[in-house]
């Protein structure tokens, strides 16, 4: 890219930001050709030259790109994982097929957005980062808006910075609540907002709505800082608020800022503070899953192959998150990781992410920590929401699961097994 009279393409989900990257751009002298994803994009990027397509359309997508004389692109905005009930496929989809399946069977949400990335890559476009285009938009270092932190609150930060780091590798959230050094929340596919709400529903029935706390968000290590930038706005304050934490700590100039102004003004009249945190570069980490000693197979009911590694993954969780003095449970299915849970019940953690789940098809793993008892009711409660089995973690194998839960596993069509605790992390 040369200066700001670049022509820049915009593939546009959901949300503010595709359209304040567009407006930064040709505030600057620049041009954009806005491609809006059908069901996805906000309808206020029609007033810049735009193309309209359906998410299966990806050679209809570069023409126009091309034709705008487009060659740098940014993705960004909210992207659902594809439903192909809603396909309006092009001859370019069929032909990149293969390579869409193979990258959704991987499963974490990092595969996706790199699987997307080397497909437009492959077609000639050369996908750019936000901070390319409009660093403007980033959270800079230093206090936005707010109090300053107080030193239980730069703590706070300071461990949530480095549990997210811990977990990166697991292709976690990119946020987690830590309140005066214990953490709260960790995000999984229910995003942060719900993360949020969770964490004052909690907040709520314990009868302690005004614990404070900092809201941590960050970039996983090794992640496409092109494609998955974390953001926060109006909505993120509202829900700090709301759930009684001090405010939000981000990597400074690593975290985008949607709809800036009004965030400041909101984060103003709720009495929270927006920070951005300096933290230095984090070391490369192996893409290796944690040794971790084969399941135990204890019932009638086979485990599946697909859930040997998640099986792996959810162990390789709790013991990093073990350092943290946290993690009760981890929900996988297939390479995704649904949630993790901090202090609550594994029973608690499988409700809270019910409404997540679609289908009637057995699936997914629910991996026990060593401190969690699996019991008739955990059993009765993964069967009741489709998953495919359990898994409990022990300090070692020892067969400590009785023959009664084992047979209610079976009447249940629940896998049951136990596993020892990873050799390292």
Known sequence: MTGPADRIGIIAGSGSLPREVAESVVARGGHVHVVMVSGAADASLAMFPHTVVNWAQPGRATAALKAAGVRDVVMLGGFQRPDFRSARPDIAFFQVLPSVLRFLKAGGDDAVLRGLVALFERRGLN??????????????????????????????????????????????????????????????????????????????????????????????????????????????????????????????????????????????????????????????????????????????????????????????????????????????????????????????????????RKGDRRRGVIVVAPSQKLDDALLRTAAKYKFAGVAKLGETMNTAIDGATVRLADSLGLFISETGAPARV
């Open 127 to 356: 996908i750019v980062g936000v901070r390319d285009v409009a660093r403007d938009l980033t959270v800079a270092e230093g206090v936005l808006t707010g109090p300053p932190l107080s030193s239980q609150n730069s703590t706070d930060a300071e461990k949530g910075f480095a549990l997210i780091a811990a977990l990166g590798r697991y292709d976690i959230g990119q946020a987690a609540v830590i309140a005066n050094g214990r953490v709260e929340a960790i995000e999984g596919a229910e995003g942060t907002d719900r993360m949020l709400k969770r964490v004052a529903e909690a907040r709520r029935a314990a009868g302690n709505s005004k614990q404070g706390g900092v809201l941590v968000k960050r970039p996983k290590p090794g992640q496409d800082l092109r494609v998955d930038l974390p953001a926060i706005g109006p909505n993120t304050i509202e829900n700090i608020a709301s759930a009684g934490l001090a405010g939000v700590a981000v990597m400074a100039g690593h975290v985008l800022a949607a709809e800036r102004e009004r965030m400041i003004a909101l984060a103003g009249t709720r009495g929270v503070f927006v920070a951005g945190i300096l933290e230095a570069p984090e070391p490369a980490l192996s893409s290796d899953e944690p040794d971790t000693r084969a399941p135990g197979w204890l019932g009638s009911v086979a485990i599946d192959a697909r859930a040997m590694p998640d099986i792996r993954r959810g162990a390789g969780i709790l013991a990093a998150c073990g350092k943290f003095e946290t993690g009760t449970a981890a929900i996988i299915d297939h390479g995704r990781v649904i949630a993790v849970g901090t202090s609550e019940s594994p029973i608690e953690v499988i409700e809270h992410v019910a409404s997540l």
